[in-house]
C-alpha cells in the first residue's frame, strides 16, 4: 500500500508525525507533500525536526497568498505529483487550503482520498476552515473522525456509510511529547522572567480575530488588561495584520514572543496558569495537558473541552480579560479524544 500524505500547515505536521511513524512500523509506502502552506521555520521545518518526521518527499513552495491563489497554486501542482506517485490513498488533513486543493486533485484524478479529522463542525460558514472541512468530507472517500460527536455530524450529513471513528491522531504525539518534556522547566521562564504557573499563553492568527483592525485592536487590549503577564506567541500572520494597522504587541502586560518548537511549547504550557486562544488544535493540546483555555471564538469544533468545563468561549472586552484570571475547573477523567492509539486505527482503515 503506498500512502501519500499532503500537509502544509503547524497542527498538520504535529499529526503527520504518529502517521508516519506507524508507516514506517508498518512497513506501509508512505510519500509526504508539503504544500508550503507555513514557510517560516518556526511553524515549518522545525516541527519536521523535533518530531523526527521524514523529510518531505516533495515541496511545492506555494507561500503565502489569498485563498483562491494559494489554493490554485497547489491544485497545479498537485495534479502532476499525483500523477507520478500513483499512490492507493492521498490522504489530507484538518481543513485548511492545503487539505481542499489535495481532495479535489485527488478525487477529479480518481485517487481514493481519506480526511483524517473529518467530522469537526463550527456551523460558521464564515470561517475558510469550515468550508474546506465540509469540501473535504464531501468529496474525500473515507472519513477518519476524532469523536463520537464528529460521527454523529457526519451521520446527519449521510456520510456514515463512509466514516470511522479512529480518535485523534494529535493525542498520540502530545502524550509523547508531555512524557519527554516532563519535569523539564521552560526555557520561557527564565528569558522573560517569569514564574511557573504565573502566566498565560496565547496564541492568535485567525483571519477573523486579525482581519478587522478594530477586532484586532480590541483582542490586544484585552490580552494587555489581563491582571497577570500574557505571553502572545507572534504568529507571521498577526505580526503582518498588527504592522498593517499600526498596532504594538507589546503593552501592559502583554508580551510578544517568536512562535515557539512543539516540545517547548507543550512544555511552556504545561508551565502556563491557562491559554488564551484562537486555535483549534491549542484548545484540545491544553485540554489534554490539563490546562484551562480561554478560546476568542463564539463556537468551537471540539465542544468536549467546554462541555467538560476546561474550555470558555469569549468576545474581546471584559469577558476576554474574566475568562483568562478565572479559577481551575473541577478534574476529569474524560477521555474524547481516544488512548493515544489513533494513527494505529488509520493505517488498519488504510489498509482494509
Known amino acids: 500500500m503506498k500512502v501519500l500524505s499532503v500537509v502544509g500547515a503547524r497542527p498538520q505536521f504535529v499529526k503527520l508525525a504518529p502517521i508516519a511513524h506507524e508507516a514506517t ?50 491544485l497545479a501542482a498537485l495534479d502532476g505529483v499525483l500523477e507520478a506517485q500513483q499512490p492507493d490513498w492521498v490522504l489530507v488533513y484538518g481543513d485548511t487550503n492545503s487539505t481542499l486543493a489535495a481532495a479535489l486533485s485527488a478525487v477529479k484524478l480518481h485517487v481514493p482520498v481519506a480526511h483524517l479529522e473529518a467530522g469537526l463542525r463550527s456551523f460558521n460558514r464564515a470561517m475558510p476552515e469550515e468550508i474546506n472541512r465540509v469540501m473535504a468530507d464531501h468529496a474525500a ?46 526555557a520561557l521562564l527564565a528569558e522573560l522572567g517569569l514564574e511557573q504557573g504565573a502566566f498565560s499563553l496565547a496564541t492568535i492568527h485567525r483571519a477573523e ?19 497577570h503577564p500574557v505571553v502572545l506567541l507572534t504568529h507571521p500572520r498577526l505580526v503582518a495584520k498588527a504592522e498593517e494597522s499600526g498596532l504594538t504587541l507589546e ?38 495537558l490539563g490546562v484551562p483555555c480561554t478560546t476568542v471564538r463564539p463556537e468551537t469544533e471540539w465542544v468536549e473541552t467546554v462541555e467538560l468545563g476546561w474550555n470558555v468561549l469569549v468576545e474581546p472586552g471584559e469577558a476576554l480579560v474574566a475568562a483568562a484570571s478565572r479559577s481551575r475547573p473541577i478534574a476529569t477523567h474524560a477521555t474524547p479524544y481516544g488512548d493515544g492509539h489513533a494513527a494505529t486505527r488509520v493505517i488498519d482503515s488504510l489498509s482494509n
Not at 518556526?42 to 483562491?68: A, E, N, T, Y
Not at 517547548?264 to 483549534?280: K, P, Y
Open 251 to 288: 503593552h501592559g502586560n502583554l508580551r510578544a514572543r517568536s512562535p515557539l518548537a512543539y516540545p517547548d511549547l507543550v512544555a511552556a504550557a504545561q508551565a502556563s496558569r491557562g491559554i488564551i486562544t484562537d486555535s483549534g488544535g491549542l484548545q484540545k493540546e491544553a485540554f489534554l
Open 209 to 227: 480575530n486579525t482581519d478587522d483592525d478594530d477586532r484586532l485592536a480590541a483582542v490586544l487590549d484585552s490580552l494587555a488588561m489581563v491582571d
Open 141 to 186: 472517500d473515507l472519513l477518519l473522525a476524532p469523536t463520537e460527536i464528529a460521527m454523529g455530524h457526519l451521520a446527519d450529513e449521510g456520510l456514515a456509510g463512509r466514516s470511522a471513528l479512529v480518535g485523534d491522531v494529535m493525542t498520540d504525539v502530545l502524550l509523547q511529547v508531555r512524557d519527554a518534556v516532563a519535569g523539564r522547566p521552560p
Open 25 to 74: 512500523t508498518r512497513g506501509v509506502e508512505h510519500v509526504i507533500v508539503h504544500t508550503g502552506q507555513h514557510y517560516d521555520p518556526m511553524l515549518s521545518d522545525v516541527f519536521f525536526r523535533d518530531l523526527q518526521i521524514p523529510d518531505p518527499d516533495v515541496h511545492l513552495g506555494v507561500g503565502s497568498g489569498s485563498h483562491g491563489v494559494q489554493t490554485g497554486a497547489m
